[in-house]
């Protein structure tokens, strides 16, 4: 699945007149894929950039991942101020060490998908993150990845409580002909962590439900 955005394009012809168009690009990044794919399915997602980054305002600064971290709290804290739930934090490459920096900070968030994130940093992942057991999280990687290596996500699994790690076979560092797969997975996970909140939700309010009806009695 391609992602496809919109933009409008003037060109000048050789009499001086703007010729008005719209380019349908398509983007093979992961995070602007799953999006997309998010959207089709009738789930909201909000992408950004970190400080310093892209339309962001800041200096970029290398490394920096706990400073990232609080941006990712701030645009969290943003959504539950106007009462949306946020199910799943999802970060690629150097996002995908952020959110999982984020979950061992407040661990309140009930998905935490790590696409492709690096285990052997300079000062290292281990030290950063801490053991403290964290809500259900999912590494996923490509077995070809030649900026971070498979190896980095099996590091992640034994070491990360509660952890899921799903490896595509094949796949490159931005899933260039594996973006369909990647989000199926994505997709999969989410879906389960909102039927896994609505069968709690139903059964408290079931437990409450006999509670109430054992006090009458």
Request: glycine fraction near 8%.
């Amino acid at each position: 699945m391609t992602s496809v955005e919109e933009q409008r394009i003037l060109i000048r012809n050789s009499h001086g007149e703007n010729l008005v168009g719209i380019l349908h690009a398509t983007e093979r990044i992961p995070i602007v894929t799953l999006a997309t794919a998010l959207g089709r399915e009738g789930t909201s997602a909000f992408r950004f950039d970190f400080a310093g980054n892209g339309e962001s305002e800041g200096s970029l600064m290398y490394g920096n991942y706990r400073r990232e971290a609080e941006d990712l709290r701030a645009v969290v804290q943003h959504f539950r101020d106007k009462e949306r739930l946020v199910t799943a934090i999802v970060g690629h490459s150097k996002g995908g060490n952020v959110v999982l920096l984020y979950a061992s900070k407040y661990n309140d968030v009930s998905a935490v998908v790590n696409i492709s994130g690096r285990f052997h940093l300079e000062k290292g992942m281990a030290g950063r993150l801490g053991k403290d057991k964290q809500n259900g999280v999912m590494a996923i990687h490509g077995s070809m990845d030649k900026i971070v290596p498979a190896n980095d996500a099996l590091e992640f699994a034994s070491y990360v409580q509660n952890h899921k790690l799903h490896i595509i076979e094949g796949a490159d560092h931005e899933y260039t002909w594996h973006q369909d797969e990647l989000a199926t997975v994505v997709l999969d996970l989410i879906k389960a962590v909102c039927e896994d909140k609505s069968r709690s939700k139903h059964l408290h309010s079931c437990e409450t439900g006999a509670n109430f009806i054992k006090s009458r009695i």
